[in-house]
């Protein structure tokens, strides 16, 4: 005899639908619950990676959709939430051979050659990253070769990290926290 596990799920829990058929799982916040034999939960659907909402349409409308109680999971998000998302316009920092270079992000292409979706919904965790090499001074000025041109660099995912932003204050322009600490280590 088949030993029934009950589950646990609250208002608000992130969950996974296993054995979909079509061989994707979907993620979702847990909006209603019902009753009953075959208990259901009402989901709205969100983005696997980052975890934000997913719409329908032209964003017209959130997604939704229900799964039966015992096919569902419950998700560790803090796994989730620890990802490295970058998004253009991003401030990274990025350590090579021991030194450190600042850069500001602006593309990502995939590495055959094909379209990538980072564009749009934030870095997938397999495109390049194109970034503007800059100063992590005051102002953030960007660097130049000799002939005057702005100084680009494409890096992986590997050795990256974003880095925060001061506002301007009376000793200039806007700056990266901590600059002088990344120089020291």
């Keep these: 005899m088949k030993k029934i596990i009950k589950k646990d799920f609250e208002l608000g829990d992130v969950v996974v639908e ?12 847990i909006v209603f619950m019902t ?14 990676r980052s ?6 349409g032209n964003f017209g409308r959130l997604r939704f959709f229900s799964a039966q109680h015992e096919k569902c999971r419950k ?15 991003d401030v990274i920092r990025h ?11 602006v593309g990502f292409h ?3 050659g094909l379209y990538s979706d980072s564009w749009e919904k934030g870095y997938n965790g397999k495109d390049i990253i ?9 102002g953030l ?19 990256v990290k974003l880095c925060e932003i001061l506002p301007m204050d009376q000793n200039g322009g806007i700056r990266i926290k901590d600059y002088y600490l990344f120089l020291n280590q």
Aim: proline fraction near 7%.
């Design 130 to 138: 194109e970034c503007v090499e800059i100063i992590g001074r005051s």
């Design 18 to 29: 296993r054995n979909t058929g079509n061989g994707r799982k979907r993620v979702g916040e």
């Design 95 to 105: 350590r090579r051979y021991g030194a450190f270079r600042f850069g500001i992000i």
């Design 51 to 56: 975890l934000s909402p997913k719409f329908s």
């Design 35 to 48: 009753e009953g034999k075959r208990p259901k939960l009402k989901l709205v659907e969100l983005a696997p």
């Design 75 to 89: 998700l560790k998000v803090l796994n989730i939430r620890n990802r490295k998302i970058f998004q253009l316009g």
């Design 110 to 112: 995939h590495p055959d």
């Design 141 to 159: 000025p960007r660097k130049r070769d000799a002939e005057g041109k702005v100084k680009k660099f494409e890096i992986g995912p590997a050795h």
